[in-house]
């Protein structure tokens, strides 16, 4: 389906295009690795741009092949949309396929957790910034690809310095048919609708709301600091604690407006036929409160990040000037 060489034109910004060849990379560090592909941080040797690199074995199975093909079809359609990661270009060199991206600083994930360390709770208007570009860019697969992401979690929601939050990892996003998706084993279990778990017609066919879930799951996460379940031990567990329990809810004691709970609330309503889609998110006041705030996310993200960086930055000089 894709036509790849060892190198591909790549434009970097409005103004910088660049023909890069694999060999012209250089990897500086590992970033993440996945169920299908290794993600490094590398450096263009030409131009000293870093970039993200995900590398995937390209005779892998049936499946992870089938990824591969959805996240390249998806990034490459994703330029207009500031809420998706941004992609450069994809090569093929002995074996791997690489997919260029724009790389980030952190995942809301270890953000948050950065956070819970510090023990300072997120900001509502943080929270707020975040829950509105996830839907933004949820809608704009929606309405722009046809697709629904399938697996949206804190570690796939990116952030970076700049102030900017993007979603990534869409190698399992589901193609709609009359706005139904039907693969059932799609996506992470802790983060799954009701409706994707539970017996019965609803099963083998769910819509966009089953990622309005995942999004509540992971402002639930975010804001106590915690995933909202329990580890499972069996899929009855689980299927007893999504579908037979109340849907979790922030914590009242944190002090978080009576807006953000009733965003949360809508989220996870637990009859899918009864919970929301992205054009009434878009309008809730909780969203709307991110399009007036003035938060600078970029510096309050870059703050939040310094403090861990100046320890470990004093932690790695004192290791060198005792091994020296």
Same mark, same amino acid.
């Given at each position: 389906m894709?036509?790849?060489?060892?190198?591909?034109?790549?434009?970097?910004?409005?103004?910088?295009?660049?023909?890069?060849?694999?060999?012209?990379?250089?990897?500086?560090?590992?970033?993440?690795?996945?169920?299908y592909?290794?993600?490094?941080?590398?450096?263009?040797?030409?131009?000293?741009?870093?970039?993200?690199?995900?590398?995937?074995?390209?005779?892998?199975?049936?499946?992870?092949?089938?990824?591969?093909?959805?996240?390249?079809?998806?990034?490459?359609?994703?330029?207009?949309?500031?809420?998706?990661?941004?992609?450069?270009?994809?090569m093929?060199?002995? /074996? =791997? &396929?690489? !997919? +260029?991206?724009?790389?980030?600083?952190?995942? @809301?994930?270890?953000f948050?957790?950065?956070? %819970?360390?510090?023990?300072?709770?997120?900001?509502?208007?943080?929270?707020?910034?975040v829950?509105?570009?996830?839907?933004?860019?949820l809608?704009?697969?929606?309405?722009?690809?046809?697709?629904?992401?399938?697996?949206?979690?804190?570690?796939?929601?990116?952030?970076?310095?700049? /102030? =900017? &939050?993007? !979603? +990534?990892?869409?190698?399992?996003?589901?193609? @709609?048919?009359?706005?139904?998706?039907?693969? %059932?084993?799609?996506?992470?279990k802790?983060y799954?609708?009701?409706?994707?778990i539970?017996?019965?017609?609803?099963?083998?066919?769910?819509?966009v709301?089953?990622?309005?879930?995942?999004?509540?799951?992971s402002?639930?996460?975010?804001?106590?600091?915690?995933?909202?379940?329990?580890?499972?031990?069996?899929?009855?567990?689980?299927?007893?604690?999504?579908?037979?329990?109340?849907?979790?809810?922030?914590?009242?004691?944190?002090?978080?407006?009576?807006?953000?709970?009733?965003?949360?609330r809508?989220?996870?309503?637990?009859?899918?036929?009864?919970?929301?889609?992205?054009?009434?998110?878009?309008?809730?006041?909780?969203?709307?409160?991110?399009?007036?705030?003035?938060l600078?996310?970029?510096?309050?993200?870059?703050?939040?990040?310094?403090?861990?960086?100046?320890?470990?930055?004093?932690?790695?000089?004192?290791?060198?000037?005792?091994?020296?």
């Amino acid at each position: 389906m894709f036509n790849l060489d060892d190198k591909c034109t790549m434009t970097f910004d409005k103004e910088t295009t660049v023909e890069v060849s694999t060999l012209d990379l250089k990897k500086i560090e590992v970033l993440g690795i996945g169920s299908y592909g290794i993600v490094e941080k590398m450096v263009h040797s030409g131009t000293g741009r870093i970039i993200a690199v995900k590398r995937i074995h390209s005779i892998s199975t049936d499946q992870n092949q089938k990824q591969m093909v959805v996240e390249l079809d998806t990034l490459m359609k994703s330029e207009c949309c500031p809420q998706m990661v941004q992609f450069f270009g994809a090569m093929y060199r002995e /074996g =791997d &396929v690489w !997919i +260029c991206m724009e790389v980030m600083d952190t995942s @809301l994930d270890k953000f948050y957790k950065i956070c %819970v360390d510090q023990k300072a709770n997120l900001p509502e208007i943080f929270v707020a910034k975040v829950a509105s570009a996830i839907v933004e860019g949820l809608h704009f697969m929606k309405e722009k690809m046809n697709l629904m992401h399938r697996d949206v979690k804190p570690s796939n929601i990116l952030l970076n310095k700049k /102030g =900017d &939050v993007k !979603i +990534c990892d869409f190698g399992i996003s589901g193609h @709609l048919t009359e706005s139904v998706a039907k693969t %059932v084993q799609a996506g992470c279990k802790p983060y799954m609708a009701p409706e994707r778990i539970q017996d019965g017609d609803s099963k083998s066919a769910y819509d966009v709301r089953a990622d309005v879930w995942s999004l509540g799951i992971s402002c639930v996460e975010i804001c106590n600091g915690y995933h909202p379940y329990s580890q499972w031990r069996t899929p009855f567990q689980q299927l007893k604690q999504v579908v037979d329990e109340p849907a979790p809810l922030i914590l009242k004691s944190l002090g978080y407006s009576d807006d953000l709970h009733d965003f949360v609330r809508l989220c996870l309503t637990k009859n899918y036929k009864d919970r929301p889609k992205y054009g009434v998110l878009l309008i809730h006041p909780f969203i709307e409160i991110a399009k007036t705030s003035e938060l600078d996310m970029g510096d309050y993200i870059t703050k939040t990040l310094e403090n861990i960086e100046e320890p470990l930055k004093k932690l790695l000089s004192a290791n060198h000037n005792i091994n020296i």
